[in-house]
Nanobody, 121 residues
Framework: QVQLVESGGGLVQAGGSLRLSCAAS????????MAWYRQAPGKQRELVAV???????NYADSVKGRFTISRDNAKNTVYLQVNSLNVEDTAVYYC???????????????WGQGTQVTVSS
């Protein structure tokens, strides 16, 4: 089995920062892309940032210059540094990892449980 465990969310004032983490564990053979999504109340889940195995990144326009995605391949962990937060960033943040299990023959997407980020004005 594979598990994704997220941490780092919380309540922060506008202009503040947080660092989100998502660690994958279990019977993992290989990890491809890793990403962060978020879902605000009443809205659809949206892609925030993605990082490839080689380290290439892509961001939603709304977070460019404020959020930074990174990964530690040795730890099977993806991070999201979120700076200059505003109230519109309030959402549940989910990590998503495309990985192949040790007994699998293809990549599939796994999701974290979500971590709440609340920004107060």
């Amino acid at each position: 089995q594979v598990q994704l465990v997220e941490s780092g969310g919380g309540l922060v004032q506008a202009g503040g920062s947080l660092r989100l983490s998502c660690a994958a564990s279990g019977s993992i053979f290989s990890i491809n892309a890793m990403a962060w999504y978020r879902q605000a109340p009443g809205k659809q889940r949206e892609l925030v940032a993605v990082i490839t195995r080689g380290g290439s990144t892509n961001y939603a326009d709304s977070v460019k210059g404020r959020f930074t995605i990174s990964r530690d391949n040795a730890k099977n962990t993806v991070y999201l540094q979120v700076n200059s937060l505003n109230v519109e960033d309030t959402a549940v943040y989910y990590c998503a990892v495309d990985l192949k299990g040790s007994s699998g023959s293809y990549y599939r997407r796994y999701w974290g449980q979500g971590t709440q980020v609340t920004v107060s004005s």
